[in-house]
């Protein structure tokens, strides 16, 4: 097998571990809220979206989700701008 059957083989075997969601903060959500021990129900996510008002607040009221990107190029060329030595 050559290196670009090895990286297509690689590549259709992860294809089911693809994100869904454009947004990684949605990702994130989607996955604690639907998680289970094989992957994502979305009979447990459409459930925890769909539920009552008046229980929705003891399960999802209060999700606060913050992506940081860090830009390690950015960071290593200007380590001196940003560690005093």
């Known amino acids: 097998m ?3 059957d090895k990286f297509f083989s690689f590549f259709q075997s992860n294809i089911s571990k693809r994100a869904e969601d454009i947004n990684c ?6 996955n ?3 998680q289970t021990e094989v992957g994502i129900s979305h009979g447990k996510l459409s459930a925890m979206l769909t539920l009552p008002e008046n229980f929705v607040r003891y399960y999802r009221d ?6 940081v990107y860090f ?4 960071l ?3 380590l001196s701008a940003i560690v005093p030595e």
């Open 76 to 78: 290593t060329a200007n």
């Open 32 to 34: 604690a809220i639907g």
């Open 2 to 4: 050559n290196k670009d």
């Open 62 to 67: 209060d999700i606060t989700v913050t992506v």
């Open 71 to 74: 830009d390690e190029t950015y």
């Open 25 to 30: 903060a949605t990702h994130l959500i989607r």
